[in-house]
Structures are given as C-alpha cells and as structure tokens.
C-alpha cells in the first residue's frame, strides 16, 4: 500500500499520462512496482541533505519518489521537453516539494551544486557520470540503476562506491543500483 505522497503523485501521473506520454501503466499498485519501490531502492547510498540532481526526469522518476523519501533534500530536476518540464513543476507545487525544475538539455545549465546524482535510462553509465560531473559537488555521489549485465563506467574522478541487485518482476535481465563518489 501506498504513503499519502505517493499516492497522490501517482495520481498526478496517470491523470496526465496520455496527454504527455508518460507511461503505459494505468493503475496505481503497477505504478508502484514499476517505478516507485525500484526508485527508493536508491536511498541506501544517499544522504538525508543536499542537492539532488535527477537528470531527464521525465514523469519525475526517480527524483519525486526520492523527494518524498528524504523531505530535507532539495531537488534539482531536469527534463528538457517543456511540457514535461510543467507536469513536473505542477507535481512539485501540488505536493510541496523543495524543488526546482529546469526545461533544458544539463550540458547547457552552468554548475548547479549537487550532492547527489541520480538518472534513470537517459544514457549509458559513463556517459550520465560525465553528465554529472560539470555539476557535482566535492564528495558527491551518484546513485544510478544500471541493466545487471553491465560494465562499471570509468570517468575521471569518479570511482565505484559499491552495488547491489533489485529484482524488478518483469525484467528478465534484472537490474543493479550503482553507487559512484566524486572526488
């Protein structure tokens, strides 16, 4: 069963999805299993405060759900199709998160100061590392799902903190989080 919060965003999702094709799922418990439960799986790694930087967030996963995990981190959201980009603002204001959401490509934002990196399916792992770098803090991480048969990236100042599994039910291959550190 769902938390009010995400609840609530789920709602927002499936009142919105065929008009911004957002997702297939059409109910709230598939909307869960699919992209909330794996989204908090990320947690482990992350600390309570800081600036999370969640790169072509889309519907808002996995930023939103994080969001509502740890209330004291600020959000950073960035989804470079405006229209998105507005769902995510409405979602932001409606459940009174403390974000802020660009509609722009991340290579073309100056540095925006993040603690913590997150993406989910927007590029490879090497490629979101470099993403990530131009805007990460000293000591930063990012937490990242990764397909399970998957190499670990090496880009500069990154290194491999650790990874686990996250069974996802309708995925053959299975998934893994991977935690990198900056510094």
Not at 68 to 73: F, G, H, M, Q, V
Not at 101 to 124: G, K, M, Q, S
Not at 143 to 154: D, I
Request: negative net charge.
């Amino acid at each position: 069963m769902m938390d009010n919060d995400y609840q609530a965003y789920a709602q927002e999702v499936l009142k919105f999805r065929k008009a911004l094709n957002l997702t297939s799922i059409d109910n709230e418990d598939d909307f869960f299993s699919r992209f909330i439960e794996p989204s908090l799986t990320m947690t482990g790694w992350m600390p309570e405060e800081g600036r999370l930087l969640d790169i072509g967030s889309g519907m808002g996963v996995p930023g939103v759900p994080l969001l509502i995990a740890k209330p004291k981190l600020v959000g950073v959201l960035v989804e470079r199709r405006k229209k998105r980009a507005e769902f995510l603002r409405h979602v932001v204001r409606k459940l009174g998160l403390d974000a802020e959401v660009y509609d722009a490509d991340i290579n073309h934002l100056p540095n925006l100061h993040i603690d913590i990196c997150v993406a989910r399916a927007v590029a490879d792992e090497g490629q979101l590392l470099e993403m990530c770098s131009r805007h990460a803090n000293q000591g930063a991480v990012a937490v990242l799902p990764v397909p399970r048969s998957s190499e670990c990236a090496h880009v500069a100042r990154w290194s491999m903190a650790g990874e686990y599994s996250v069974p996802v039910s309708n995925d053959d291959e299975g998934q893994m989080v991977r935690c990198y550190h900056y510094g």
